[in-house]
C-alpha cells in the first residue's frame, strides 16, 4: 500500500499568494483529515471529511482556508490568500470509519509550508 | 472541553535503558487514548490504541502503555531504548468517543545517547 500521499511535500510562497496542498488517501478509506503543526499550537485539527462530505470544520483558521475533496481519492487544501503565520507542516490523514467501530488515522508525511 | 497534557518536553536517555513518557488527559467520559511517533521530516505512526478491555496495552516496535482511570493517565514505556527510537511521541484523546476528532499533547521529544 502506497499509503497517504501529499503533495508537494515542501512550498516556499510569497505573502498574498494562493496556496494549494494535495492530498491521496489511502485506497477504500473513507475519511480524510487536515492538520495543521506548529511549534506554539502543536497539532490541530482542520477539517474532517467522512465519503467525501466536510463533517465537522471547526478547525479551519478563517475563510481564507477551504478544502475540498471531489471524489474519495483527493483531497485539497486552499489557502488565499497567504499570510507568513499560515507557515506551518501540514498532515492529511485518513481512516477506514466503520458504524459502531473506530479505527487508526493513517498520516502523510506533511507539506511544509513556508511564507514569506 | 477535552485536553492532553504531556509534562515532559524533552527526555534523553542513554541506549539500553528503559524509557516512561508521560500523558495525562482531561476528558468526562470514557477515553480513547493513543500514542504517536513522528521522526523528523514523517508523518506520524501509531504505536497503540486504547478503547476498552485490558488496560495495559501492547503496541508495535516494543512499546506497551497502561491506562489508568484513577490517574487520567496513559504513559508509555519501553523496556530497553533502540538509537532508533529517537524521535517525538505524541499521546492523543479522542472527543466524545469518536476517533475522529483527535486532541493532541505538545510531544515529548525523545534523545537516544549511545
Known amino acids: 500500500d502506497a499509503g497517504v500521499i501529499q503533495s508537494p511535500r515542501h512550498e516556499v510562497t510569497e505573502m498574498g499568494q494562493e496556496v494549494t496542498l494535495r492530498c491521496k488517501p489511502i485506497s477504500g478509506h473513507n475519511s480524510l483529515f487536515w492538520y495543521r503543526q506548529t511549534m506554539m499550537r502543536g497539532l490541530e485539527l482542520l477539517i474532517y471529511?467522512?465519503?467525501?462530505?466536510?463533517?465537522?470544520d471547526s478547525g479551519m483558521p478563517e475563510d481564507r482556508f477551504s478544502a475540498k475533496m471531489p471524489n474519495a481519492s483527493f483531497s485539497t487544501l486552499k489557502i488565499q490568500p497567504s499570510e507568513p503565520r499560515d507557515s506551518a507542516v501540514y498532515f492529511c490523514a485518513s481512516s477506514l470509519e466503520k458504524r459502531d467501530s473506530t479505527d487508526t488515522q493513517y498520516f502523510g508525511p506533511g507539506t511544509r509550508l513556508t511564507v514569506l | 472541553a477535552q485536553s492532553v497534557t504531556q509534562p515532559d518536553i524533552h527526555i534523553t536517555v542513554s541506549e539500553g535503558a528503559s524509557l516512561e513518557l508521560r500523558c495525562n488527559y482531561s476528558?468526562?467520559?470514557?477515553?480513547?487514548l493513543f500514542w504517536y511517533v513522528q521522526s523528523p521530516g514523517q508523518g506520524l505512526q501509531l504505536l497503540l490504541k486504547y478503547f476498552s478491555g485490558d488496560t495495559l496495552v501492547q503496541g508495535i516496535k516494543g512499546f506497551e502503555a497502561e491506562f489508568k482511570r484513577s490517574q487520567s493517565s496513559f504513559n508509555l514505556r519501553k523496556p530497553s531504548v533502540h538509537w532508533s527510537d529517537a524521535a517525538e511521541y505524541f499521546c492523543?484523546?479522542?472527543?466524545?468517543?469518536?476517533?475522529?476528532?483527535?486532541?493532541f499533547g505538545k510531544g515529548t521529544l525523545l534523545t537516544v545517547n549511545p
Open positions: 492523543a484523546v479522542a472527543k466524545d468517543g469518536s476517533n475522529y476528532k483527535l486532541t
Open positions: 471529511f467522512n465519503n467525501n462530505v466536510p463533517i465537522d
Open positions: 476528558y468526562g467520559a470514557t477515553p480513547y
